[in-house]
């Protein structure tokens, strides 16, 4: 069974870092784009990047290119996403989703909420 | 990158009635590579149609997906009570990717 399971809750202040986590199973990690979705409250879903473990190619959106940094772990199939100097504005829901061609973003996290108040 | 606009942004209708939902790309899509998803309250987004017309494992036949170019549609039939949330479509054929906004479907 394919699964994606996503770190619990954050609460953190203006200016703190944060890399939240997407552990995957039941498929080879290495060879499908896992990607990142922001959902900010009440809002739509927002395309943030993909990266392929096989090879770390990234692609980022112009929106969130150079306020975050994803990544993964192949040793223990993880996804992550990382912010060094969060702001209020962060705050949202996180999806990771495999990107599994032509099939889109066939399988999704449970989400991670990020909230992010002085 | 490829906007995606959707409409209507809120689609009122009774259980058994029919739904179609349109999604508009500013530029063609490539490889038809054109999906559509169902959110819930609560709950991360379900794919429902991936390129284009063809249904997600387990999807039922109620959902169905057409169009090319740069206009699509989502048809949903006989709405039944769980059918109502909001649906997204999502075009993965050219970095970087996008959403449409979205398009609520409410119990007139």
């Known amino acids: 069974e394919v699964r994606l399971v996503q770190s619990g809750t954050e609460v953190k202040k203006p200016g703190e870092s944060l890399k939240i986590s997407c552990q995957a199973s039941?498929?080879?990690?290495?060879?499908?784009?896992i990607g990142w979705v922001r959902q900010m409250p009440g809002k739509g879903l927002e395309w943030m990047g993909v990266?392929?473990?096989?090879?770390?190619?990234?692609r980022y959106s112009p929106s969130f290119e150079g306020q975050v940094t994803i990544s993964a772990d192949k040793s223990t199939n993880t996804a992550y996403l990382h912010w060094r100097s969060l702001e209020a504005s962060d705050t949202g829901i996180y999806y990771c989703?495999?990107?599994?061609?032509?099939?889109?973003?066939?399988?999704w996290g449970q989400g991670t909420m990020v909230t992010v108040s002085s | 990158e490829i906007v995606l606009t959707q409409s209507p942004g809120t689609l009122s209708l009774s259980p058994g009635e029919r739904g179609t939902l349109s999604c508009r790309a500013s530029?063609?899509?490539?490889?038809?590579?054109l999906a559509w998803y169902q959110q819930k309250p609560g709950q991360a987004p379900r794919l429902l149609i991936y390129?284009?017309?063809n249904r997600a494992t387990g999807i039922p036949g109620k959902f169905s997906g057409s169009g090319s170019g740069t206009d699509f549609t989502l048809t949903i039939n006989r709405l039944e009570p769980e059918d109502f949330a909001v649906y997204y479509c999502?075009?993965?054929?050219?970095?970087?990717?996008?959403f449409g906004p979205g398009t609520k479907v409410e119990i007139k």
């Open positions: 999502h075009q993965y054929g050219t970095s970087p990717q996008t």
């Open positions: 990266f392929y473990p096989g090879d770390s190619d990234t």
């Open positions: 390129g284009v017309a």
């Open positions: 989703a495999r990107l599994h061609i032509p099939y889109a973003f066939d399988m």
């Open positions: 530029q063609p899509i490539t490889n038809n590579y």
């Open positions: 039941g498929y080879s990690f290495s060879h499908h784009y």
